[in-house]
């Protein structure tokens, strides 16, 4: 019932968007080329430093998921950065990052045999409770898989994505969706002490399945895929084609995806066009939609470009799924989205390099990714963690600027690129010195 109620509040708000959304957009008039190949290197390197300066300043990840996700990201830009000869400082920056996700991995998997940290419900909010696990295991999948097929990472990365995997699979949903986090069975007593729950509303929790959480959980799945092996390979394939069949049964008619799957009021919202290019990039990349549904998602994205910074949750993470949705693509649909976005995320860096949200609330429900202090304050540790975030997304696409530069967008062609293969563009590392902030 719960779920109901929050698919009628989240619906009857974002569905509002249709009326009203063109009278609140405030964004700049659309550009009409992408950055130049010097431009988007100039400002990859900037946004590598402050990235660099950023990710060892992250604070402990103590009730949040938001350190060890960043770390995941930003190990990605790390990874692509390096170049086809994967030296030099960038490397080790990943391997840091590394390091602290598998640390991160095997803490989660201690809690999430632990029936008393997961919460009774979607949305729960507690200071003793697992939260919103479900889209970091998914990026760590991507990470890890990632400097694997590079031959930077070993064994140890492959076993993280193994165990990382096999926890998406033990908190799939039975509809094939995933929601936050791990919920505890049915029936499981609450033995928390009282008073450290705050109280949510009836009605207000989260629905069970949220489709951006299921997208990034799809992805990491994907890049997970050719490491599960054994008995493991069973309940594996079962739970990607769960997946499959959940985002495409949430699709709407016209291509748009709802905030859950239950939601079918929802084709002028606005703020689904990052979901759709997430949906994209995962059913691309697990090979399972059928032509039909992909045509009309990849219709309505084509349509709504201007659409993917902005969103219901966090717009820089739509810049990165939208990123992996249009490299998947290629041809027209590639160039379209870097005359579209790329200019906005160049247009929006400061001068210490970092990348601010290029979300300009074009629409009713849209939530910016903030981290900017006010005219007459400092940054705290909280903005600068936040600016740490929204750079490591924003920067993605400015390093995805070859068809080989994610091995893992490649199946059956991750292994790094031998002596005869065709060099990525020139990377910011190949042509500026690193900067040292580690």
Avoid at 37 to 45: D, E, I, L, S, T
Avoid at 184 to 197: I, K, N, Q, S, Y
Avoid at 238 to 266: F, I, T
Wanted: glycine share 10%; charged share 20%.
């Amino acid at each position: 019932m719960r779920s109901v109620a929050a698919r009628w509040l989240i619906g009857a708000s974002l569905g509002f968007v249709g009326a009203v959304g063109p009278a609140l957009r405030t964004g700049t008039a659309a550009p009409s080329a992408a950055p130049t190949p010097a431009v988007r290197r100039a400002a990859a390197a900037k946004a590598l430093a402050s990235l660099a300066r950023g990710v060892p300043r992250l604070p402990d990840a103590s009730g949040t998921p938001r350190t060890p996700f960043t770390r995941c990201i930003a190990g990605l830009d790390f990874l692509l950065a390096a170049g086809p000869t994967a030296t030099g400082a960038e490397v080790e920056r990943a391997r840091r990052c590394r390091d602290d996700v598998l640390a991160w991995i095997d803490a989660t998997a201690t809690r999430v045999a632990d029936l008393d940290a997961r919460p009774a419900r979607p949305g729960l909010f507690s200071s003793d409770k697992l939260i919103q696990t479900t889209w970091v295991l998914g990026a760590a999948c991507l990470f890890l898989a990632e400097g694997k097929a590079r031959g930077v990472f070993g064994a140890e990365a492959v076993a993280g994505v193994r165990r990382a995997a096999a926890l998406l699979v033990d908190v799939q949903a039975r509809d094939g969706g995933f929601g936050h986090h791990a919920l505890a069975p049915t029936g499981t007593p609450d033995r928390r002490p009282p008073g450290l729950a705050l109280p949510t509303a009836a009605g207000l929790a989260y629905p069970l399945t949220l489709i951006s959480c299921t997208n990034v959980a799809a992805i990491g799945l994907a890049a997970a895929r050719p490491y599960v092996t054994g008995k493991a390979a069973a309940p594996f394939e079962a739970a990607v084609a769960a997946v499959v069949a959940h985002l495409e049964k949430a699709r709407l008619d016209n291509g748009n995806v709802p905030y859950d799957a239950g939601q079918r009021s929802a084709g002028a919202d606005r703020t689904g066009a990052g979901r759709v290019a997430g949906s994209v990039a995962a059913l691309r990349m697990l090979g399972g939609a059928s032509a039909r549904g992909l045509r009309a998602s990849e219709a309505y994205l084509d349509a709504h470009l201007a659409d993917v910074p902005e969103g219901h949750g966090s717009p820089a993470l739509n810049v990165f799924l939208g990123a992996l949705a249009a490299r998947l693509r290629g041809g027209a649909a590639l160039a379209a989205w870097d005359a579209e976005v790329l200019p906005r995320v160049v247009a929006r860096q400061r001068d210490d390099g970092s990348l601010a949200c290029v979300c300009t609330q074009a629409a009713f429900g849209v939530t910016c990714d903030s981290g900017d202090p006010g005219a007459l304050t400092t940054v705290s540790p909280t903005d600068e963690a936040q600016r740490t975030y929204v750079t490591a997304l924003l920067l993605f696409p400015l390093l995805l600027d070859a068809d080989d530069r994610l091995r893992v967008l490649r199946p059956g062609k991750g292994a790094p690129a031998g002596a005869g293969a065709a060099a990525p563009a020139t990377t910011p590392s190949e042509r500026a010195p690193a900067t040292e902030g580690d």
